[in-house]
């Protein structure tokens, strides 16, 4: 802990000074990971950030099909019956995010950022505009080009093709949830939904609207990750794949 203090002091000191401060991001790969084990895990690490037990950190994984639906409770917009769910093999769970339901699955590229954005200086609209950022440039290294949606319209679209959800949650300045790329995801299960209360759109992925050949989904997740970490200014990645520390201390 103490060396996790003598980082912030020695951050306020360069801030003070003006001078430009390398900074690091953690990340955990996690893989494949139950959606409340990764919400246990977030809610640690958000009191670790808080009090300053770690630096910013970055959970890249998966989740088996799941449903969430943001603090607003829009359980209206999932368009079968919950007794139907163990049918299709997916469970739906509600959270404290924002935005409307959702879905999450195999092939999908999911980033839960816990960090301060206190210490990066922004606030809750800048953040999410550099999520979109993220997502539209891993998008663009494969000839895709997105952008972010219409006033009420959240996430990145490919015209009118939705590829890409956000879903935040900001706690004193720490984020968590994040956002959710399709890189080639069973699209059939948002049929179910009206995926984030957008009716009347389509959902899509990366794979569907590319001619390039997609390398193995851990490189592009990776790739994700750069993204990410070029759009926010981190200068040093510490990668760690440890997928013990989904359950680890969670309890």
Same mark, same amino acid.
């Given at each position: 802990?103490?060396?996790?203090?003598?980082?912030?002091?020695?951050?306020?000191?360069?801030?003070?000074?003006?001078?430009?401060?390398?900074?690091?991001?953690?990340?955990?790969?996690? !893989? &494949?990971?139950?959606?409340?084990?990764?919400?246990?895990?977030?809610?640690?690490? %958000?009191?670790? #950030? =808080?009090?300053?037990? @770690?630096?910013?950190?970055?959970?890249?994984?998966?989740?088996?099909?799941?449903?969430?639906?943001?603090?607003?409770?829009?359980?209206?917009?999932?368009?079968?019956?919950?007794?139907?769910?163990?049918?299709?093999?997916?469970?739906?769970?509600?959270?404290?995010?924002?935005?409307?339901?959702?879905?999450?699955?195999?092939?999908?590229?999911?980033?839960?950022?816990?960090?301060?954005?206190?210490?990066?200086?922004?606030?809750?609209?800048?953040?999410?505009?550099?999520?979109?950022?993220?997502?539209?440039?891993?998008?663009?290294?494969? !000839? &895709?080009?997105?952008?972010?949606?219409?006033?009420?319209?959240?996430?990145?679209? %490919?015209?009118? #093709? =939705?590829?890409?959800? @956000?879903?935040?949650?900001?706690?004193?300045?720490?984020?968590?949830?994040?956002?959710?790329?399709?890189?080639?995801?069973?699209?059939?299960?948002?049929?179910?939904?009206?995926?984030?209360?957008?009716?009347?759109?389509?959902?899509?992925?990366?794979?569907?609207?590319?001619?390039?050949?997609?390398?193995?989904?851990?490189?592009?997740?990776?790739?994700?990750?750069?993204?990410?970490?070029?759009?926010?200014?981190?200068?040093?990645?510490?990668?760690?794949?440890?997928?013990?520390?989904?359950?680890?201390?969670?309890?």
């Amino acid at each position: 802990m103490t060396l996790r203090y003598t980082y912030d002091l020695n951050y306020l000191i360069f801030k003070h000074m003006g001078m430009r401060v390398l900074r690091s991001l953690e990340v955990l790969k996690l !893989g &494949v990971v139950n959606y409340l084990d990764a919400l246990k895990l977030q809610e640690k690490l %958000v009191l670790d #950030r =808080k009090s300053h037990r @770690i630096c910013d950190t970055l959970l890249s994984l998966q989740h088996p099909p799941t449903y969430t639906v943001g603090k607003r409770q829009t359980v209206h917009n999932l368009l079968i019956p919950q007794s139907e769910l163990e049918q299709i093999g997916a469970e739906l769970h509600y959270t404290q995010r924002g935005g409307d339901i959702t879905f999450h699955g195999p092939h999908q590229a999911i980033l839960y950022p816990i960090i301060s954005l206190r210490d990066m200086g922004i606030g809750a609209r800048s953040y999410v505009e550099k999520m979109e950022l993220t997502m539209i440039e891993m998008a663009a290294q494969y !000839g &895709v080009k997105a952008c972010p949606g219409l006033a009420g319209e959240t996430g990145v679209w %490919v015209g009118e #093709r =939705k590829i890409g959800a @956000i879903g935040v949650r900001i706690s004193n300045g720490i984020t968590s949830h994040g956002l959710a790329f399709n890189i080639d995801p069973d699209l059939s299960y948002f049929r179910h939904i009206v995926p984030c209360g957008i009716a009347d759109k389509e959902v899509t992925s990366l794979r569907r609207e590319t001619d390039s050949v997609l390398p193995p989904e851990e490189i592009m997740q990776e790739q994700l990750v750069s993204c990410f970490a070029r759009i926010f200014g981190y200068d040093n990645l510490i990668w760690k794949e440890d997928a013990s520390v989904v359950t680890d201390g969670t309890e």
